[in-house]
């Protein structure tokens, strides 16, 4: 079932329907949400048994030129992200709910994630390189070239439990001086594997412009998003998958499609940021369209798409927190928000 509106929902009783909500207030003194919560929307009755209609969508905060790259610290119980413009990166506390500033500079970073110590990693786009917060604060470079040349502006990653790190390369904060330096790409577009000795690999480049990157529970698929049609026509709107091999990809083919039909019509967004849960559903920040997509939308494993979570802005990015794992954080075009649900994290960021 496609929506009709942001309001429509699928429950496991049938379809309830409601009347359509526009430009819905999340601000300071805004009224209250009825549950269920109406903009999270179910497509299929295999999203019923995360409930997360149960949780309010909250806006955590506001104000940013464009947020990326949100990831939970477990041992900090606080959420880290990134506003690209603004150089910043700012840090959400669970006890009191306070925005402070982490770090400014920050490389205009894109991405962050955590290592298994609990270390930083940030992908910068202002100095194409890929960094590691220490303990006291100090900075180490992981890497910062391939085959002799500059990267063109790491974008997203994840860590594997064989102690690598995978990350994407698509360049955009290279391609103006919004998010970053305006210069020349070097490398063509590629997903890249830095291994525990420090040993980079290109692990893929059969992808037009690779951003979002997640492994399967299992860490037996990778999962990256194709954001290429924001330069290259011919570009598919979608998310690819491989089977991992040891160190190498295979059997690379498209996972999920990127179109929907929406109140009739077919449209097609892009997905940036993603995520899976322990079922191996793949959370996807998506947007470019407008009212009834923008947001998060969930494929099932198969990669049928099963539910949606609508914002009222682009959703870049997505990471599940909390100290259950259950919250999904969102960074929207501009502002930050979460909702609780009975999905787990497959990993911790």
Same mark, same amino acid.
């Given at each position: 079932?496609?929506?009709?509106?942001?309001?429509?929902?699928?429950?496991?009783l049938?379809?309830?329907a409601?009347a359509?909500?526009?430009a819905r207030?999340?601000?300071?003194?805004?009224? *209250?949400?009825?549950?269920?919560?109406?903009?999270?929307?179910? $497509?299929?009755?295999?999203?019923?048994?995360?409930? &997360? =209609?149960?949780s309010p969508?909250?806006?955590?905060?506001?104000?940013?030129?464009?947020? @990326?790259g949100?990831?939970?610290?477990?041992?900090?119980g606080y959420?880290?992200?990134?506003? &690209? /413009?603004?150089?910043?990166q700012?840090?959400?506390l669970?006890?009191d709910?306070? +925005? !402070?500033?982490?770090?400014?500079?920050?490389?205009?970073?894109?991405g962050?994630?955590?290592?298994?110590?609990g270390?930083?990693?940030?992908?910068?786009h202002?100095?194409?390189r890929?960094?590691?917060y220490?303990?006291?604060n100090?900075?180490?470079?992981?890497?910062?070239k391939?085959?002799?040349? /500059?990267?063109?502006?790491?974008?997203?990653?994840?860590?594997?439990p064989?102690?690598?790190?995978?990350? !994407?390369?698509?360049?955009?904060?290279?391609?103006?001086?919004?998010?970053?330096? %305006?210069?020349e #790409?070097? $490398?063509? @577009?590629?997903?890249?594997r830095?291994?525990?000795?420090?040993?980079?690999?290109?692990?893929?480049?059969?992808?037009?412009?690779p951003n979002?990157?997640?492994?399967?529970?299992?860490? %037996?698929k990778v999962?990256?998003?194709?954001t290429?049609? !924001?330069h290259?026509p011919?570009?598919?709107?979608n &998310? %690819?998958?491989?089977?991992?091999?040891?160190?190498k #990809?295979?059997?690379?083919?498209?996972? =999920?499609a990127?179109k929907?039909? #929406?109140?009739?019509?077919?449209?097609?967004?892009?997905?940036?940021?993603i995520r899976?849960?322990?079922?191996?559903?793949?959370?996807?920040?998506?947007?470019w +369209?407008?009212?009834?997509?923008?947001?998060?939308?969930?494929?099932?494993p198969e990669? %049928?798409?099963?539910?949606q979570? $609508?914002? *009222?802005?682009?959703?870049?990015? +997505?990471?599940?927190?909390?100290?259950?794992?259950?919250?999904?954080f969102m !960074?929207?075009?501009?502002s $930050?928000?979460?909702?609780?649900?009975e999905? #787990?994290?497959?990993?911790?960021?």
């Open positions: 079932m496609n929506p009709t509106s942001r309001r429509s929902f699928l429950t496991g049938g379809t309830l409601a359509p909500l526009f207030d999340f601000g300071p003194g805004s009224p *209250p949400v009825r549950y269920p919560e109406p903009d999270v929307v179910a $497509l299929d009755p295999a999203f019923a048994k995360y409930k &997360i =209609a149960m969508i909250d806006r955590l905060h506001t104000g940013m030129y464009w947020a @990326e949100p990831a939970w610290s477990g041992w900090g959420l880290v992200w990134s506003d &690209i /413009p603004n150089d910043v700012l840090r959400w669970q006890d709910g306070r +925005v !402070t500033v982490l770090r400014k500079p920050a490389g205009h970073s894109n962050n994630t955590f290592d298994r110590a270390r930083q990693i940030s992908f910068e202002g100095n194409r890929v960094v590691r220490e303990p006291d100090s900075v180490t470079v992981l890497t910062d391939f085959d002799g040349k /500059p990267f063109n502006a790491p974008n997203d990653g994840s860590g594997h064989d102690g690598s790190l995978w990350f !994407t390369d698509p360049g955009y904060g290279s391609l103006g001086n919004f998010e970053g330096h %305006k210069g #790409l070097f $490398l063509k @577009e590629a997903v890249y830095l291994d525990a000795g420090g040993r980079i690999e290109k692990v893929t480049d059969e992808i037009f412009k979002g990157l997640c492994f399967s529970p299992d860490y %037996k999962y990256v998003a194709d290429g049609a !924001t290259y011919n570009a598919p709107k &998310i %690819k998958v491989w089977d991992v091999d040891g160190m #990809l295979k059997n690379g083919r498209e996972f =999920a990127m929907m039909n #929406l109140n009739g019509k077919e449209v097609a967004g892009l997905a940036d940021g899976c849960d322990k079922d191996g559903n793949v959370w996807a920040g998506m947007g +369209v407008g009212e009834g997509y923008d947001g998060v939308h969930i494929f099932s990669g %049928k798409r099963i539910g979570v $609508l914002l *009222p802005e682009i959703c870049s990015n +997505v990471c599940f927190g909390g100290p259950r794992r259950n919250r999904l !960074t929207g075009s501009r $930050l928000y979460a909702v609780h649900s999905a #787990l994290g497959a990993h911790w960021c």
